[in-house]
């Protein structure tokens, strides 16, 4: 009786630690700008420059089946550099908008797709898989010249999609349109993510295929 009782104040106990770290984990998540738009969206953008680099980082969430289907946009570029910057995109789902961000390098994440528009020319989409131990296995790259005649093409969303099912990918990071938006970002700023520049079905690509699920249920991208 004695050992249950010792079992069950540890289960206890480590139920309590559990729920003390998402708590903490909130508590100190950056305070972010938030703002709607008239799509019932939120967003925000700030700056955050260091004496190289000039960064910026945004993030819009749409509601979206009872949770939130979140874009998050960062831009990397020099100080004193004339280039277009490196646009960094990704896409996820959050239960609240106002939770911390997801980035590629997070416990939470199991795979995916990511993508990154570098420097105004080329587009590099990656179709990845993390392993035990925090490892990271790329699957699938794609480099797209832009603007070039042979430069190749973007992945359409019903192949980034049927990919990862096919494979058994979670896709934590799921398809996002990189090329509409990071080209957004690159003709004018980072600031035209939060605008009504950029509507829900330009970001997922919807308008261009119906998706499916990990079971092979018909879905939204």
Same mark, same amino acid.
């Given at each position: 009786?004695?050992?249950?009782?010792?079992?069950?104040?540890?289960?206890?106990?480590?139920?309590?630690?559990?729920?003390?770290? !998402?708590?903490?984990?909130?508590?100190?998540?950056?305070?972010?700008?938030?703002?709607?738009?008239?799509?019932?969206?939120?967003?925000?953008?700030?700056?955050?420059?260091?004496?190289?680099?000039?960064?910026?980082?945004?993030?819009?969430?749409?509601?979206?089946?009872?949770?939130?289907?979140?874009?998050?946009?960062?831009?990397?570029? !020099?100080?004193?550099?004339?280039?277009?910057?490196?646009?960094?995109?990704?896409?996820?789902?959050?239960?609240?908008?106002?939770?911390?961000?997801?980035?590629?390098?997070?416990?939470?994440?199991?795979?995916?797709?990511?993508?990154?528009?570098?420097?105004?020319?080329?587009?590099?989409?990656?179709?990845? !898989?993390?392993?035990?131990?925090?490892?990271?296995?790329?699957?699938?790259?794609?480099?797209?010249?832009?603007? !070039?005649?042979?430069?190749?093409?973007?992945?359409?969303?019903?192949?980034?999609?049927?990919?990862?099912?096919?494979?058994?990918?979670?896709?934590?990071?799921?398809?996002?349109?990189?090329?509409?938006?990071?080209?957004?970002?690159?003709?004018?700023?980072?600031?035209?993510?939060?605008?009504?520049?950029?509507?829900?079905?330009?970001?997922?690509?919807?308008?261009?295929?119906?998706?499916?699920?990990?079971?092979?249920?018909?879905?939204?991208?």
């Amino acid at each position: 009786m004695r050992l249950l009782v010792i079992a069950a104040l540890a289960v206890a106990g480590c139920q309590a630690a559990s729920d003390d770290s !998402q708590k903490n984990a909130v508590e100190q998540a950056p305070k972010r700008p938030w703002r709607k738009l008239p799509d019932g969206s939120w967003g925000w953008l700030e700056a955050s420059p260091s004496e190289k680099f000039a960064n910026e980082q945004a993030e819009r969430c749409w509601p979206s089946k009872g949770r939130w289907d979140c874009l998050s946009a960062s831009t990397l570029v !020099q100080v004193g550099d004339i280039e277009p910057p490196t646009v960094f995109a990704s896409r996820y789902i959050k239960a609240r908008y106002t939770d911390p961000a997801i980035g590629i390098g997070d416990d939470a994440v199991r795979g995916g797709y990511s993508c990154q528009f570098i420097n105004g020319k080329m587009i590099r989409e990656s179709i990845f !898989q993390n392993g035990e131990g925090g490892a990271s296995h790329s699957l699938q790259t794609n480099d797209v010249l832009v603007g !070039q005649q042979s430069g190749g093409a973007v992945w359409s969303p019903d192949f980034v999609v049927r990919y990862m099912r096919e494979n058994k990918i979670e896709p934590t990071l799921r398809y996002v349109d990189c090329l509409h938006v990071t080209t957004m970002v690159v003709e004018n700023s980072l600031a035209t993510i939060n605008t009504t520049s950029l509507a829900y079905g330009m970001m997922t690509g919807r308008d261009d295929a119906m998706l499916y699920d990990m079971d092979g249920r018909k879905e939204e991208p």
